[in-house]
Each structure stands twice: as C-alpha cells, then as structure tokens.
C-alpha cells in the first residue's frame, strides 16, 4: 500500500475509458490528482481521488477514501502484466458489480472497505477502531505498508542496541528473532536418499507468523503479542468444502497456509523461509535449483523420474507438486500442498491433478494408467485423506468409520483431521477426550465446535480442558457450542470458565461488529442464551449495514417465528425477497411461513422456486417433495425426490421420503430399495 504518487500509479489514468454492464468508467488526471469518474452509492456518476495504491504485480487496485474514515477498494484493476502477455490494460475484478450498487462485491460497497477486507495484512500494526454508534472508522497503522515492525514486532531495542555500537548477533533485541535457518540443519539419509533434518522440527513459529497474512482465517483478537500462536489472534479455516477440494488442493483462494500445512515438508520441519527470502520476496534459487537444495538432482531432476524432456515445462518440480490456479483474473498461485500428481483421485472423486492442467485434451484414466507405466507400484504421496474427507461430504455408507480412522491417524495433517472431526458431527467420549488433547490446536478447536450436543454434567472433564485451553481460538468455540446449554445442566466448576470463554467469544465478534456475518453469530449466540432482544437487534443492525445480507434476514424471520410473531417474520422476508429473489433460503423461509398461516398453494409455488434456485441442496428438494405429495401429487413428489437423489444419493431424509412416497404408490421394491440404502447408512447415524 502506498499514497497515490507519480512514481507509485501504474495504471493509465490519460483519460482512458472501461465500459461495461452500460457504466463507463473513466481514469484522468485533474489538478495534478489521478481521479476515477464512476457509479457512486447512489447510482450517480461521481469523480473520485484516488488516495492510495495497492498491490504491484500482478495488477494493481486504488482505493478511495469515503466519509466516516472508509476506503473503499476500486472494483476495476490495472493489469500490470507487460503488454506481450497481456498486461497494461484496465480490467473489472467483479464484472457483474458493476452499475450495481446493492450488490455486495460493488467497489462502494461493504464486501470492498479496506479497513476489514484489506489492511490488517497491508499496512504495519494496523488498529481498525471501529465505532458501532457512529459506523465509522478511525483505522491507524504505524506504516503505510508492510515493514520490519509486521514481523518481527517493535523494533526500538534492536534500534537502539545497534545505535549503541553493541555487535551481537543478527536480530538481537528484536521482538521476534526469525533466524531459525541459521539453527538448524539438513543432512541426506544414506539410506533413503531423502533430506532429514539434524535436529527435531520446531517450524510452526515462523510459519504461523507467515500465516497471520498467508492464511484464509478471520480475525478474533487485536492487540497481538509479537509471536503469539496464530489461533489467538485468528480463526483460520480449515479444509472446507467451497474452500479446498476433498484432498486438500486449492479451490478458492487459500493464501497458502492452509496448503502448506498439509504437505510432507512442512511436517518434516520445512518453513517458509527455507524457500522464500522475506526480504526480498524472491525466492531462495530459481527453478529446479530451488528443490534440489534439498532433494538430490540425480534422482529427481532427472527424465528418469519426471519423464518428461529436460528444460520442458513438465520437467519443472511446481508443474508437477504445486499446480496453479489463477485468482483475481489474472493472479496464478500456485498450490502450498506440495502434493504427488494424483489423477487416480481425479478419476474417483472428481478433484483435479497437475497432469490434466497440461494434458488437458486427455482423460484422468490417461494420466493414471501413464503414470502406472513409468511406476508400476507409484507413491501415492504424504496427504491420503482425500477419500475419507469426500465420503463425509456426500455422506456415504461408512463415512463415519472412514473419518474416525482418519481422526486417529496422527501421521496425517492436523488440518484434515481437524476437519474430519468436523464433518462427523457429534463425537462418542473416547473420540472427544483424545480430540481435546490433541497437540494441534485445529484438532482441539474442532472437537469444542463438536460440542454442541453434550451435556456439560456429563463430560465435565474435558469441556473444562476445552474452556481452559491456552489458546484463545478453542476456547471460544467451546463456549459458542455451549451456548444453548441449559443453566442447571451446567457445573457448578464451569461456570466461571464458561463465563470467561463466553466473554472472549463475544469481544472476537463485536471486534468485526461492521461486518453482517459477525453480528448474526452474536444473534445466534443471545438466541441460544435466551437473551432475544440482544439477539433481535444484532439482526437487524446486520441488515442495516449489508441488506442484501439473507441470511440475517432468514434468521431474523425465524426468531420472529420462535416468539410467535409472524406478521413481522412476513415483513422481513419480503424484504430480503426483494431484493434477493432468487435466494432459495429466503424463497424456502417464506414456504415455510405461508404454510405456518394456511397458505399452502402459495408455498408448493415458493417450494419449488427455492429447489430450483439451488439445486446443490437436496434439503430444499426434499421440502418442495414433501408439499407436492402432501398436496396429493404423489408421482410428482417421486419424481422431484428420484432427480434430486442423483446429486445426493446418500441424503436420508429423500430416501426415507421416496420410500415412503413409493409405498403410496404401490412401487414396493422401489421402498424396498431405498429402506436397504438407508439401512447400510444406519450405522453412521
């Protein structure tokens, strides 16, 4: 991040013109400013300073500063790439934004405020210092963009020490000496070949520092202790559907940590320093060179081993073990799992593999069967979760078996069985004290988000490990899932410890209070708590800043729903499907409604609005079956019940519903069929 400047601008501010969704937005110089001519908030052409720019290569935003202390990031980029691949040209980020204002992605808009999307990351001990009574910001940092100081904490006793003459070691008097390179080595096991390290890993501090930037994570805490664990500070995500494919590669963007700590080297002791010199954002060698630092060039930078013509593409180690995919347009990163080509998995799970992004005129069932001819018995790598993480995803028989292995395999990343917890649910006891120990806190996080349906007089012991754990992250899962536990259930030796975790869950949420999603987990928590009117005025301030934001209004609805006051559930509703009318929670929240007041033929017509605006979730098929065969359409319930169980063959309640549909209309071994799938689903439920 840096203040707008003749030397800082890339982009072409000439008088230069984008069009696009019929706005034309223009970039021109006036007063010696670089100014942007586009749609306002109010959907009126405005001329705008620019007062910041942020990022370089590949491409480069600008912000705007708006009242009330926001900066808003422009939704239109300058392609900083040269002009032979493509570069120096102006390029919508969110296409269909623009000219929108309600959308949420519109350069004006919440989804683009640089004090909450952009800066904590960007600039050097950044302070957003929200105001909730105003909605306004008072954001502070020490450096414009990222210095020593983001690192390595405050640095005036390394200043002062150096100004002094002292001549220690490098990094003396620093917050956080980083120098874990210079102690620790690497020797090559002669008998493996492969690379060990001299002593045992202790890596995580310098890539956990990385990750505070590097990770997919939402910020809890602020005021952050130089070399703090990052999960006091953040809540990183873990390898969520959406987010990461079922083995673990990169779908949405990931920034790296979430790759890296599912990769052989980095549970060897491999850290981000090893490959990247953070002082000069290059790499430690270019090429093959990098890898062959540590791994022996005979064996693998060698057409014996990669089988492809040395100096081609697929004779580069990344083609293979860290595969790219493009964000932000134009912005190729590649995959931190490190991982070995899997298009075996390709074949069964659908996930992609670094063959096919080459070779993509071929099969997966190509790829694998060359691969098995160049090794007939092939390593099939470090990462071997992904058929587990998939089963839990669709729900197949024996997915829970599948994930309980998986949970136990303390040779797998913490980061998949953290997240194959996730998927199982509930846990049985055994399972819950093991997860509530576990060394990673991603493991003991998940087991506190499992918590939800155990009886706190019943499992005392571990729910206070939970709630005393030392980092803040797990704790206060914990005390969100036990939120809805009832005051007598509750030990008398929990109730200070519960106190206190609820206390920091509620200080992480209030810290993101100008964010919708924040105050809907806080609604969720008072609602839980009984506490409605907190919870009924976090909704509708959720819905002040963002209206667009549906599930605060779905939520909203139905706590009206809980107190009996439907006629105001209605009012919301409408709303929300105004200006979302093809949101399918809306659209299904309102069927439900219009039954709830009799108004059944007006919800079969939302019902169905809503299965078809999202036919990923079997969960709105269903209810729309269910309306269609209580209206007396029973073949047209079987019907939308048989499509919708081609996506979601394993979904139990359409089972148990086809089942009992096709018993109505005398097709017993069609019930049959469905009861025998249902019964080998029996023993994961």
């Known amino acids: 991040m840096q203040p707008a400047s003749d030397s800082t601008v890339l982009g072409d501010f000439s008088g230069t013109s984008l069009t696009l969704g019929g706005v034309t937005i223009t970039f021109f110089r006036g007063n010696g400013r670089f100014m942007i001519r586009a749609d306002g908030p109010d959907g009126v052409m405005h001329d705008y300073e620019v007062g910041f720019t942020f990022g370089v290569s590949p491409l480069q935003q600008y912000l705007v500063e708006f009242p009330g202390g926001r900066l808003q990031a422009f939704g239109i980029a300058w392609d900083s790439r040269p002009k032979a691949?493509?570069?120096?040209?102006?390029?919508?980020?969110?296409?269909?934004?623009?000219?929108?204002?309600?959308?949420?992605?519109?350069?004006?808009?919440?989804?683009?405020?640089?004090?909450?999307?952009?800066?904590?990351?960007?600039s050097t001990n950044v302070r957003k210092n929200y105001n909730p009574a105003t909605r306004s910001y008072a954001t502070s940092y020490d450096e414009v963009s990222v210095g020593c100081e983001a690192c390595h904490g405050p640095g005036s006793a390394h200043s002062a020490s150096a100004k002094a003459g002292a001549r220690g070691a490098i990094g003396d008097g620093l917050t956080v000496n980083l120098g874990?390179?210079?102690?620790?080595?690497?020797?090559?096991?002669?008998?493996?070949?492969?690379?060990?390290?001299?002593?045992?890993?202790?890596?995580?501090?310098?890539?956990?520092?990385?990750?505070?930037?590097?990770?997919?994570?939402?910020?809890?805490?602020?005021?952050?202790?130089?070399?703090?664990?990052?999960?006091d500070d953040y809540r990183v995500a873990m390898l969520d559907e959406g987010v990461y494919f079922p083995d673990g590669q990169i779908e949405a963007e990931d920034y790296e940590y979430g790759s890296f700590i599912q990769s052989r080297m980095f549970n060897a002791g491999v850290s981000c320093s090893d490959c990247h010199d953070p002082h000069t954002a290059s790499l430690r060698a270019e090429g093959n060179s990098l890898c062959t630092r540590c791994h022996r060039a005979d064996r693998y930078d060698n057409p014996r081993h990669h089988f492809h013509p040395a100096g081609s593409s697929g004779a580069r180690c990344v083609e293979c073990h860290m595969?790219?995919?493009?964000?932000?347009v134009v912005d190729p990163r590649r995959d931190h799992g490190i991982r070995v080509p899997r298009p075996d998995l390709s074949a069964s799970l659908g996930v992609p593999n670094a063959c096919n992004t080459c070779h993509a005129d071929r099969t997966a069932q190509w790829a694998d069967a060359r691969i098995r001819a160049w090794y007939p018995a092939p390593d099939r790598g470090f990462q071997r979760f992904a058929s587990a993480l998939y089963a839990g995803r669709?729900?197949?028989?024996?997915?829970?078996?599948?994930?309980?292995?998986?949970?136990?395999?303390?040779?797998?990343?913490?980061?998949?069985?953290?997240?194959?917890?996730?998927?199982?649910g509930a846990l049985d006891a055994d399972m819950?004290?093991?997860?509530?120990?576990?060394?990673?806190?991603?493991?003991?996080?998940?087991?506190?988000?499992?918590?939800?349906?155990?009886?706190?007089?019943?499992?005392?012991?571990?729910?206070?490990?939970?709630?005393?754990?030392?980092?803040?992250?797990?704790?206060?899962?914990?005390?969100?899932?036990?939120?809805?536990?009832?005051?007598?259930?509750?030990?008398?030796?929990?109730?200070?410890?519960?106190?206190?975790?609820?206390?920091?869950?509620?200080?992480?949420?209030?810290?993101?209070?100008?964010?919708?999603?924040?105050?809907?987990?806080?609604?969720?928590?008072?609602?839980?708590?009984?506490?409605?009117?907190?919870?009924?005025?976090?909704?509708?301030?959720?819905?002040?800043?963002?209206?667009?934001?549906?599930?605060?209004?779905?939520?909203?609805?139905?706590?009206?729903?809980?107190?009996g006051r439907d006629d105001r559930a209605e009012a919301v509703l409408e709303e929300a499907m105004r200006r979302s009318p093809n949101d399918a929670p809306v659209l299904c929240a309102m069927g439900l409604l219009k039954v709830r007041t009799g108004h059944k033929s007006q919800a079969l017509a939302l019902f169905a609005s809503a299965a078809r605006a999202d036919p990923s979730s079997a969960r709105y098929a269903y209810i729309y079956a269910v309306a269609t065969g209580d209206a007396g359409d029973v073949r047209g319930a079987i019907d939308i019940l048989e499509r919708s169980l081609e996506r979601h063959p394993y979904d139990r309640d359409s089972l148990a519903a086809l089942a009992s549909f096709c018993d109505r209309a005398g097709e017993r071994a069609r019930a049959a069929q469905c009861r025998k799938t249902l019964g080998r689903l029996a023993s994961d439920n």
């Open 85 to 122: 691949a493509g570069g120096h040209r102006w390029f919508a980020l969110y296409p269909d934004s623009v000219g929108h204002r309600s959308n949420a992605s519109h350069w004006t808009a919440i989804d683009q405020t640089w004090n909450y999307m952009c800066a904590d990351c960007h």
């Open 180 to 231: 874990r390179a210079s102690k620790i080595g690497w020797h090559t096991d002669p008998a493996s070949g492969e690379v060990r390290p001299d002593s045992p890993p202790h890596n995580s501090n310098q890539v956990e520092l990385c990750a505070r930037c590097h990770s997919r994570r939402g910020e809890i805490h602020e005021d952050y202790p130089h070399g703090q664990r990052i999960g």
């Open 323 to 328: 595969p790219r995919r493009t964000y932000m």
């Open 394 to 424: 669709i729900g197949a028989p024996g997915a829970r078996g599948t994930l309980r292995r998986l949970t136990a395999d303390s040779t797998q990343p913490a980061i998949a069985r953290a997240s194959a917890i996730l998927l199982m």
């Open 432 to 563: 819950l004290r093991r997860a509530a120990e576990d060394p990673s806190a991603l493991v003991r996080r998940a087991a506190a988000q499992s918590l939800s349906g155990v009886r706190p007089d019943t499992e005392s012991a571990v729910i206070l490990t939970l709630l005393e754990d030392p980092v803040r992250v797990v704790r206060i899962a914990a005390a969100d899932s036990l939120a809805g536990a009832p005051p007598p259930a509750v030990p008398d030796a929990l109730r200070a410890p519960l106190k206190r975790a609820s206390d920091e869950y509620i200080a992480a949420e209030q810290l993101n209070s100008d964010r919708p999603e924040a105050l809907m987990n806080l609604a969720a928590f008072f609602a839980r708590q009984g506490q409605v009117e907190k919870a009924e005025a976090d909704l509708k301030t959720a819905l002040s800043l963002d209206p667009s934001f549906s599930p605060a209004a779905v939520n909203l609805a139905d706590l009206y729903r809980m107190l």
